[in-house]
């Protein structure tokens, strides 16, 4: 029962810590099965600040259905090298969309709420412990304490997750700075997002141009340092001035990418999922679906454990092993992948692009690309490009010739 702004009661059967899009999701869907859940937020707007490009595929809304909050379809890419080289890639379909990302949190949470998770906004968890068998945590609301009780903690608290510290379950091996701005004014292709690869854009990850409706995001992650720094610099470069030179800031947007892979994702009445649980792409930095996709396993653990009062370890493991067993799969290859191209050179950064700019190859990489999935179209440009073998690092050297067996 709700009387003011947060609920009376202070029992719950979950306690879910983060009202992102992975949070919001599995408050819903356990909420959805009967179970009193507490949907805890930091903030008092859900969906704000926002700290993300918003492109996604379609696949997201396999999962949550909120197809309002598309602003843009994208069917292509332009890449350009650290020498300005530009090579396109055209699906000439929608390849992926751009949501509006406070809506499409919002959207998500809203779903929650109706299916009778209890959304308590301004709310910071301070610290959990366990206690008789769930989990005490001290909230603080507004300024005010607050305790909680539960029986099973969902960390969903983002890349630096308090609940995954406290639990000690995880620490991500290392957090890409980010830095985006809305801008109005970018000329650029609406249907086209363009990509900067090389030292002089994004040391260590890459930048880039992101349509959303009349406005676009323009961004970097680097592999340390400031990005903010970064990105101005990468504004005045020749390869993205033209995109830019009459665009204005209207938002900011800082972030962090957490790469790592966790051995666990759980412990006794505990689990995390999203970017708490590094469920991103280190390819791309992507984490909406992968975090999404994580998040379902999560819920049907959950309502899984609730239903046999166990809340142990070795009842949990069932997500870390669903998930891990899934996506995580990809989420391996592409932490393999960003490490072997974050070394790379310039020079051998310009190769590269001399090896993709060829009709065949092109062609390959707009059938077969797929942004949830990067490694397969990678292995099947491996088999058409072997000479792409030797760009890659020992170790996914190793795992490439044992999976296309080149
Ligand atoms: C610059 C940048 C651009 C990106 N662009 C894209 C993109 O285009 N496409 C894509 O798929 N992904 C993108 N990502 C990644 C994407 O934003 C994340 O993977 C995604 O948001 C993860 O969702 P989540 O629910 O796990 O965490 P989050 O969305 O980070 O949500 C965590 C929530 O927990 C709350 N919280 C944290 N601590 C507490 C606490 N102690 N108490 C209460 N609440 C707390 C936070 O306020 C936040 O609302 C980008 C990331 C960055 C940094």
Redesign the pocket.
């Known amino acids: 029962m709700r009387v003011g702004l947060v609920p009376r009661r202070e029992e719950f059967d979950v306690v879910v810590?983060?009202?992102?899009?992975?949070?919001?999701y599995v408050a819903g869907a356990i909420a959805k099965a009967g179970y009193e859940v507490a949907l805890?937020?930091?903030?008092r707007e859900?969906g704000e600040p926002i700290?993300?490009?918003?492109?996604?595929t379609a696949r997201v809304f396999d999962i949550v259905s909120c197809k309002e909050t598309i602003i843009g379809r994208v069917h292509g890419a332009e890449i350009f090298s650290p020498s300005g080289r530009r090579i396109v890639i055209d699906g000439r379909e929608t390849e992926a969309v751009v949501v509006d990302?406070a809506m499409f949190?919002r959207a998500i949470v809203t779903q929650a709420l109706r299916n009778g998770a209890h959304s308590i906004l301004g709310?910071?968890?301070?610290a959990a412990g366990r206690q008789d068998g769930g989990v005490e945590v001290l909230v603080d609301v507004d300024g005010h304490s607050r305790r909680l009780r539960c029986k099973l903690l969902i960390g969903?608290?983002?890349?630096?997750?308090?609940v995954a510290k406290w639990f000690n379950i995880l620490r991500p091996k290392k957090i890409l700075p980010?830095?985006?701005v809305e801008m109005v004014g970018v000329e650029s292709d609406p249907g086209l997002v363009q990509l900067f690869v090389g030292s002089n854009y994004a040391p260590g990850f890459f930048g880039w141009v992101?349509p959303s409706g009349d406005t676009a995001r323009v961004?970097l992650?680097v592999g340390s340092g400031n990005a903010y720094a970064a990105l101005e610099k990468m504004l005045g470069q020749p390869a993205v001035r033209p995109f830019v030179k009459r665009a204005q800031p209207i938002l900011y947007?800082?972030?962090?990418?957490p790469l790592g892979f966790p051995k666990r994702s759980h412990a006794d009445n505990v689990m995390i999922?999203?970017?708490?649980a590094c469920?991103?792409k280190a390819t791309s930095?992507?984490?909406?679906?992968?975090?999404l996709l994580s998040a379902t396993f999560c819920a049907q653990t959950a309502i899984e454990a609730l239903g046999k009062g166990d809340f142990s370890a070795r009842m949990l493991h069932r997500y870390h092993k669903a998930w891990t067993g899934s996506i995580g799969k990809e989420l391996r290859k592409d932490l393999a992948i960003h490490d072997s191209f974050s070394r790379l050179t310039d020079a051998q950064v310009e190769e590269i692009f001399e090896i993709l700019d060829n009709p065949t190859v092109l062609r390959l990489i707009e059938g077969r690309g797929d942004i949830d999935f990067p490694s397969k179209v990678g292995w099947a440009l491996l088999r058409e490009e072997p000479r792409l073998l030797k760009y890659l690092g020992k170790a996914l050297r190793a795992m490439v010739s044992r999976t296309v067996g080149i």
Request: aromatic share 4%.
């Open positions: 810590v983060g009202a992102g899009p992975a949070g919001g805890l937020e930091e903030h859900v700290q993300c490009g918003g492109l996604v990302r949190d709310a910071q968890a301070a969903a608290d983002g890349v630096r997750s308090s980010g830095f985006e992101i961004g992650c947007i800082a972030g962090g990418i999922v999203g970017d708490a469920q991103a930095g992507g984490g909406i679906f992968t975090s």
